[in-house]
């Protein structure tokens, strides 16, 4: 995949990959924190299930 | 050699110097961080070790999880809380420097500065949820405690730091705050915030009894904590390598004050060394003297560049006689607190940035009135503050949604058996049935307290 966002290093600054655009920075950025929200949603479901069969 | 060639020559040299300053700057901050790593093996082992066998894993997996969160919810915002409100709530210029979409927080070949500093500071900010995390073993579910960790270490701890451990922050600014070595951001508002938590958790089953007298409810691998405890001040060099920014003109405090890493030898090591004689003349007890080692580079911190070395061993030893009365105290009050951090950090804060206002008043700072008591004093009680009221809110939002503590019935079996796949100890195992046969003649007995219930 063809997804470098510079052709040359000279005059290189900031380089994110696959984040070339503010647009998708920002879906990148809250992709991130979804996958955060989701795994402590996730830990409580565990939690919740270990409870139960404990009863 | 003429001049144009002189001259060329010179050029070439002041790059090379920049080059050199730019990657010394970088490699100083990440070898900070990496050693930092090591305060988070130390409270794993400590934690780990001061849980009863039937808790060791569960213990663990908080550790290693609030490490884990700390980390990308730094980045999605404690980095810029720290850039953005110096000044108390109001928004500062150039702070967008710190949000996450900004072109500082990733690869940036011209900018040498942010990844590094935020590396660092988002180890700080893991600490100050270790610290947190040993007190609430045992009892409390792993979801509360990630999000109390997150709370705590990528909003509360932040904004102490921005007010009080910054050039532009308004405790240095207006009251002469001086506190270099975090006494009061991160060891206070974390030991603070702690005991708002406990207040709302409460103590494990079995720690008090209906007449307020105490049990022992011992962990189950003393050694293992104690080697915890000496990882984690292994990683304090880092933390306190962390404290002092690098330029190129030389080394200078967060406030800008000059310093030199030899002060910070001096004085960091003597306050290790005062805080473990003294809670070891108070108790006798080795985990406390190596939470001593802790209590003496706290006592120390606020003034570890101005500190003469002996009178920084006396401040660290009088706090290492204090802060396990402390501790007593906070029993008597049943919060229970299994590794001691309110008193280990809260109150060895408080003792730390009193110090330096009670013997250390009159340096000047580089912005705002020189040190005072008057200015510390105020500082202190801000901290306690910013961490109490945070930690008991959130814990009592949590404790009314009934997300809080486990229940009785898995803080009985045990938190591993509950909710961890694997066992700490497997080879150790007892099942149930066993304890339900009638032993036979010659055997020894089966079950050890690596199983024992309680």
Known sequence: ??????????????FFTFADKPGVVMFLFLLAVAVSVFAIVSIIKHENQSYRKLK | MDVTELSAKVELLQAGLEAANKMNMEAFYWWCTALMIAIHAGFLAYEMGASRAKNALASGIKNALAF?????????????????????????????????????????LTDSASGVFWAAFALFAATTASIMSGSVIERMRISAFVILAIFLGSFVWILGASWGWNPAGWLTTKWGLHDIGAAGCVHMISGFFTLGVLINLGPRIGRFNP?????????????????????????????????????????????????NLSAFAFNALMGVAGGMIGTYIATRDPFWMMSGALVGVISAASGLDVYYPAFAFVISFVGGLIIPRIHDVLVKLKIDDPVGA???HGFGGVWGVLSMGIFAAGY???????????????????????????????????????????????????????????????????????????????????????????
């Open chain 2, 342 to 344: 309110v008193s280990v």
């Open chain 1, 1 to 14: 995949m063809h997804s470098s966002p510079i052709t040359k290093w000279e005059g290189a600054e900031a």
């Open chain 2, 68 to 108: 884990a969160f700390m980390v990308p919810t730094f980045y999605f915002i404690g980095w810029w809380i720290y850039l953005a409100f110096p000044g108390g709530f109001s928004i500062a210029e150039g702070s967008e420097a710190g949000l996450a979409w900004s072109l500082n927080m990733g690869p940036n």
């Open chain 2, 364 to 454: 000047p700072n580089v912005e705002g009135p020189a040190t005072s008591f008057g200015g510390q004093f105020m500082s202190m009680l801000v901290f306690a503050a910013l961490g109490f009221f945070p930690g008991f809110i959130s814990s009592y939002v949590l404790k009314s949604v009934r997300l809080l503590r486990v229940p009785h019935a898995a803080e009985l079996a045990g938190l591993d058996i509950c909710e961890i796949p694997i066992k700490a100890y497997p080879e150790s195992h007892v099942p149930p049935s066993v304890h339900k046969t009638p032993p036979v003649a010659g055997t020894p007995p089966m079950g050890s307290g690596a199983t024992a219930r309680t």
């Open chain 2, 211 to 259: 007449d307020g007298t105490a049990n022992d409810l011992s962990g189950h691998n003393m050694p293992m904590s104690l080697i915890g405890l000496m990882l984690i001040v292994m990683g304090f060099f880092g933390f306190l390598g962390g404290c002092i920014i690098y330029t190129p003109d030389g080394w200078t405090t967060i406030y800008n004050t000059p310093v």
